[in-house]
């Protein structure tokens, strides 16, 4: 049906819990040096949003460890890193990438493809592309838990991935 996007996401995606506990090592195809260089990695971000999470806190006049207690179970908080490609596609107009949604957690750490445009943030009514990201920049986005936390002062934003004909998004 022309002039209809359809309810299915042209994405392909994997999860890799880092905490409480890494799943990292069944995930097929990652070297033992990706892995570590990815505990790495994924170790200083975890340090960031712990930082994050506190000046939050702080800033709603809360106690520093109130957003990541609230994350926490009797383990710690929950962690991961969600992978996902969106292909090229031939048809861009009928498929989304990722359709129009707000995301369920906590502090959404982002790093996105530093080519391939396709992100949009709806904002005052209106969809505005996120251009590609250079130097790793890291987009932070609030998901609707930490909107509730809050009551309402950091929002849930509504963001969706389009597709686009030429060129694959990571």
């Known amino acids: 049906s022309e002039g209809k996007t359809s309810d299915a996401d042209w994405e392909s995606c994997f999860f890799i819990w880092h905490k409480p506990t890494s799943n990292i090592c069944e995930i097929p195809n990652i070297s033992e040096e990706l892995s570590k260089t990815m505990d790495e990695y994924v170790s200083q971000l975890y340090k960031f949003a712990e930082r994050l999470s506190k000046l939050m806190s702080e800033n709603l006049g809360l106690d520093q460890e109130t957003?990541?207690?609230a994350f926490s179970g009797s383990k710690g908080p929950a962690f991961g890193t969600k992978v996902a490609k969106y292909p090229e596609c031939p048809r861009p107009e009928l498929m989304r990438g990722l359709r129009e949604?707000?995301?369920a957690g906590g502090i959404i750490l982002l790093?996105?493809?530093?080519?391939?445009?396709?992100?949009?943030?709806f904002k005052?009514?209106?969809w505005i592309p996120i251009p590609p990201s250079k130097n790793n920049t890291i987009f932070?986005?609030?998901?609707?838990?930490?909107e509730i936390l809050s009551n309402g002062k950091y929002k849930s934003v509504v963001h969706r991935v389009m597709t686009v004909k030429h060129g694959s998004r990571l």
């Open 101 to 103: 949604h707000t995301d």
């Open 124 to 126: 005052d009514g209106k």
């Open 67 to 69: 957003i990541m207690n």
């Open 140 to 146: 932070i986005n609030t998901g609707d838990q930490v």
């Open 111 to 121: 790093l996105q493809d530093d080519q391939v445009p396709g992100l949009e943030f």
